[in-house]
């Protein structure tokens, strides 16, 4: 499902070297994927412009990862329904059954239940 001709959206991501949403996005921009960080608190992440909404941001968003906890997502899913962004990969612990229940019931393709860092290393055809 991911394609290096595709923008990604990492909602969640933080300069904080600790926590997945620094390491989902670092892996993925050193594996060669176009990244937009998604954090409210932050201006740049690993030299990367970050916006502090997917509204915000100034260009076509592909897929957008989910790295924050459910009900942040399930927030953020009415966005992606606005914007017509029609891919998410919830990262675990970002799924819940509301979450992705909206996404079926809003024609959104939806990876849940898998680490996006996981398959790109195991899977580079992705």
Known sequence: MLNKNN?????????NK????????????????KMIPINLNEKEILSL??????????????????VVPSIVTE????????LKINKVWMQPGSENDKAIQYCKNNNI?????????????NNKNL
């Open 109 to 121: 393709q939806c990876i849940h239940n898998a680490c996006v860092i996981v398959k790109d290393i």
């Open 49 to 66: 412009k970050t916006y502090g909404n997917i509204l915000d941001v100034d260009r076509k968003i592909d897929m957008v990862i989910f």
């Open 18 to 33: 600790q926590k997945y949403g620094y390491k989902v996005l670092k892996n993925l921009k050193k594996s060669g994927y």
């Open 75 to 82: 927030k953020i899913l009415q966005d992606v329904k606005k």
């Open 7 to 15: 923008v990604y959206a990492v909602v969640g991501a933080t300069k």
